[in-house]
C-alpha cells in the first residue's frame, strides 16, 4: 500500500534501535528520505547504513543527545525543513520504589522526555504550517496513561507530552498538520533486553524466563511481548497521507494488558 509520502523528509530522534529504528525504517521503505538522531554514535551509523541499503533513501545520521539545545541545533541543521517529525528515546530506569527517585533522575528524564520534544515540535511547527502538510508522532508508554510505579520516571513526563501534543494538535489541525502519540507498552527493545538480562543475573534466571514472569505479572492477554516493527507501521500510517483527520490522539499498544473501553 502506498502511504503517499515518498519524497518526504523527516527526524526521526532515539532512531538508532528499538522503535525508533522500526519507525525509520518504516518511513525509508514509503521513499521518506530521514535524518536519524541517538547518542550512541557506532550503532547509529550502522543503523543508517542498514536503512540506506534496504531501501535506497537518502539516511544522515546525526550522533548527539536530542535533549540538549546544541543538539537539537545539529538536528534542524541537517534537516531545517521537516514533514515529518518522529520522537523517541531510551527508557529510564525501572523504579520498583517511588522514594528511591533523587532530583537528578528527574532532570534527566524531562530533559528527554518532555523538555526536549517540547521544543523539537515547537521548532517544526512553524514551517510545517506555512507548507499546510505535516505529521509529528511521539513514540511514548502506556505508562503516561495508566501509571505504574515500576514506571514512574518514564509515565509521569511523558503524561505531560501527552498533554501538551493533544493541546497543540488542536491549534495546528486547519493547517493539514497532525500530532499523535503512540504508547507502547512492554516490548522487546535493545533497552529492554538490557534490563531483563541484568534482572536474570540477580534472580538467576534468564531473559525468557524474566519475560514469561512480566507477561503474566502484567496479565498480557497476547501473551507475548510485542515486536518493534509493529509500533513502527503504525508511526508510519499515521504519519502517511491517510492520516490527516486523525490528530490529538494517543494510541495504546500492549496486548491487551490494559482494559479500558476508552
Known amino acids: ?9 523527516a527526524i526521526v530522534n532515539g532512531a538508532s534501535a528499538g522503535m525508533g529504528k522500526a519507525a525509520a525504517l518504516a518511513l525509508a521503505r514509503e521513499g521518506v528520505d530521514l535524518v536519524i538522531s541517538a547518542r550512541g554514535e557506532a550503532r547509529l551509523l550502522a543503523t543508517a547504513k542498514e536503512i540506506a541499503a534496504q531501501t535506497g533513501v537518502r539516511v544522515v545520521p546525526i550522533a548527539v543527545d536530542h535533549g540538549t539545545p546544541e543538539g537539537r541545533e545539529r ?8 514533514d515529518i517529525l518522529v520522537g523517541t528515546c531510551s527508557p529510564p530506569p525501572m523504579t520498583p520504589d517511588y522514594r528511591q527517585i533523587d532530583a537528578a533522575q528527574w532532570q534527566a528524564t524531562l530533559d528527554t522526555s518532555l523538555l526536549g520534544p517540547v521544543q523539537f515540535i515547537k521548532a517544526a511547527l512553524d514551517g510545517m504550517v506555512a507548507r499546510r502538510w505535516g505529521r509529528i508522532v511521539n513514540i511514548a508508554t502506556v505508562a503516561a496513561k495508566y501509571p505504574l510505579e515500576l514506571r514512574i520516571l518514564s509515565g509521569a513526563p511523558r503524561a505531560a507530552l501527552v498533554n501538551y501534543s493533544g493541546a497543540v494538535a488542536l491549534a495546528v489541525a486547519r493547517h493539514n498538520v497532525t500530532i499523535n502519540n503512540v504508547l507502547p507498552g512492554m516490548f522487546h527493545t535493545a533497552a529492554i533486553h538490557d534490563q531483563l538480562t541484568a534482572r536474570a543475573e540477580q ?51 500492549d496486548g491487551g494488558s490494559t482494559r479500558s473501553t476508552f
Request: proline fraction near 3%; include cysteine; charge should be negative.
Open 203 to 253: 534472580n538467576g534466571s534468564s531473559y525468557d524466563v524474566e519475560v514469561a514472569r512480566m507477561v503474566e505479572g502484567f496479565r498480557i492477554a497476547a501473551g507475548r511481548f510485542g515486536e518493534s516493527q509493529d509500533v513502527g507501521a503504525l508511526v508510519c500510517l499515521l504519519c502517511s497521507q491517510f492520516a490527516g483527520y486523525i490528530t490529538g490522539q494517543s494510541i495504546v499498544m
Open 1 to 9: 500500500m502506498d502511504m503517499g509520502i515518498a519524497g518526504r523528509r
Open 75 to 82: 538536528i534542524f541543521a541537517a534537516c531545517p525543513e521537516p
